[in-house]
């Protein structure tokens, strides 16, 4: 085998804080690597507060020779921003090295022109993240970069979240990888990355992905590459989106179709659940490496996605405006003007004033530079909460009855906060709708909730029932969440290939056991095992998929 090594090396950037790391096989060599006790870009803290769900992560892949990839890559990480903001990073291999960049922040943080201009090739692998498994911190930033058994490298991104972690580990020190105890503190993708290339000694890069790939319990969706080829793969139960497009000169894979169109590649299809693909000189392969069981998430429908994404043939605005509607149906109320809380809730509040006729106002402004703050604000401004991101229009909405359409109730701290300054501003009665269930349990698959105990809806005082206990701790008038069925209507997908275990408690894919979950958690899974005997209905995790891979043979093949 031969040797690999990590020099350093002087950059012409000023007190870098990311990291470039050229392969050929034989050495690495990392380029302004970071202090791993700076916690965020230019040594500012990450701000760690999180009031509703964070997304997961996105990944994005190219391979076409000619083409600008990093700058592909970097576009196409941009339309992905929303899916993960603690750090960025892209991987371009020439075919005969693979240079990588990662680090902490947003992707116009962290790459520059020179740093994209640096980096040529004819394929890349981009991802943006949040941590679901493992720390917010520089190592565990992606892609992950590893140097195989055989002499090349392997690069790895990863959107969602293993469930069987601990088993890997294990496996890996059988294997005779050191390193991966149980207690170490290795995030999912740095042991599949790990793991990929030990076994890519062995009959290359594909063939490893095929073993090991089914080994994998929980929601994956990767895109990784060696020296040559991209390849792309996604779990049985297709938990999160990912679909294939096509450049003139080459091909994209992407978290989500937006992208797709920001690059300018047309949609082809979506890669199916358990399929692996390769993309290279011969043009594109696909394997199925396990049975379907689709599972995607439901709440990608309702908040995860951009709204301009097609998901399953499905576009997510569409599904939002129609739970709207339906919303307006379920829970109907009288009112003067429909507003949304923005942006998220914009879809749901179009479809509300559509379903009940109420009329449809802008009556919040969000500044839309307010996202991920570095700077601590002062208690005055803390105080000031919500105003940072929100404020009311007066004019609009003094005097008026209001329905205000939401998103999802987390915690409750912003819409008590928003409740509570939309009356400061004049607003005679106040009615709170909210495009999603109520959030009870908690997600392996990618999603990173509050902790059990700090969801609302498993928090207040329910002597009044729930709903009752939630209206109460916000402070609306009333409250009315769109029922589960009705959510998973307006998505036109079939209830039975959704997963909704947020808010049904229904898991579809095998949880650890009770020695890798926490006590909370535990003790949700055992009333919902109590709900599941006493209304005999258990999680359906089988669903048939009739889509045959051979339906999607002209757009497979080669170039």
Known sequence: MREHHQVESTSSRPAPSGSLRRTSGRAAVGLGLPDPSVPGPAGLPIDTERIGPVEECGVFGVWAPGEDVAKLTYYGLYALQHRGQEAAGIAVADGEQVL??????????????????????????????????????????????????????????????????????????????????????????????????????????????????????????????????????????????????????????????????????????????????????DGVRSRRLTEPTPKACVFEYVYLARPDSVINQRLVNSARVEIGRKLAVEHPVEGDLVIPVPESGTPAAVGYAQGSGIPFAQGLTKNAYVGRTFIQPSQTIRQLGIRLKLNPLREVIQGKKLVVVDDSIVRGNTQRALIRMLREAGALEIHVRIAS???????????????????????????????????????????????????????????????????????????????????????????????????????????????????????????
């Open 100 to 281: 990588v960049y990662k680090d902490l922040g947003l992707v116009s943080q962290v790459f520059d022109e020179k740093t994209l201009e640096s980096m040529s090739g004819h394929v890349a692998i981009g991802h943006c993240r949040y941590s679901t498994t493992g720390a917010a911190s520089w190592d565990n930033a992606q892609p992950m970069f590893r140097p195989t058994t055989g002499g090349g490298s392997v690069v790895l991104g990863h959107n969602g979240n293993l469930v069987n972690t601990q088993e890997l580990k294990r496996y890996a020190t059988t294997i005779g990888i050191r390193g991966y105890t149980e207690n170490s503190t290795h995030s999912d993708s740095d042991i599949v990355s790990t793991l990929l290339a030990h076994e890519a000694g062995d009959g290359g890069l594909e063939e490893a992905a095929a073993r090991l790939l089914p080994r994998l319990r929980g929601a994956y969706c990767l895109t990784f590459s060696d020296e040559n080829t991209l390849y792309a793969a996604r779990d049985p139960h297709g938990v999160r989106p990912l679909a294939l497009g096509r450049l003139e000169r080459g091909w994209v894979v992407s978290s989500e179709t937006s992208a797709l169109d920001i690059v300018g590649a047309s949609f082809v299809r979506d890669i199916e659940p358990g399929e692996l693909i390769a993309i290279d000189a």
């Open 437 to 559: 269930p109520p959030v009870r349990w908690p997600c392996f698959y990618g999603i990173d909730f509050a902790s059990p105990a700090e969801l609302i809806a498993n928090g207040v005082d329910a002597t009044d029932g729930m709903l009752e206990g939630v209206r109460r701790a916000i402070g609306a008038d009333t409250l009315g969440y769109i029922s589960v069925d009705g959510m998973i209507s307006a998505t036109g997908q079939r209830p039975d290939e959704l997963c909704a275990a947020c808010f049904d408690g229904h898991y579809p894919i095998e949880l650890p056991d009770d020695s890798t979950m926490s006590a909370a958690v535990l003790a949700l899974n055992a009333q919902v095992d109590g709900e599941n005997r006493d209304q005999n209905t258990a999680p359906n995790d089988t669903a048939p998929n009739d889509t045959a891979l051979n339906d999607h043979a002209d757009a497979v093949r080669r170039p």
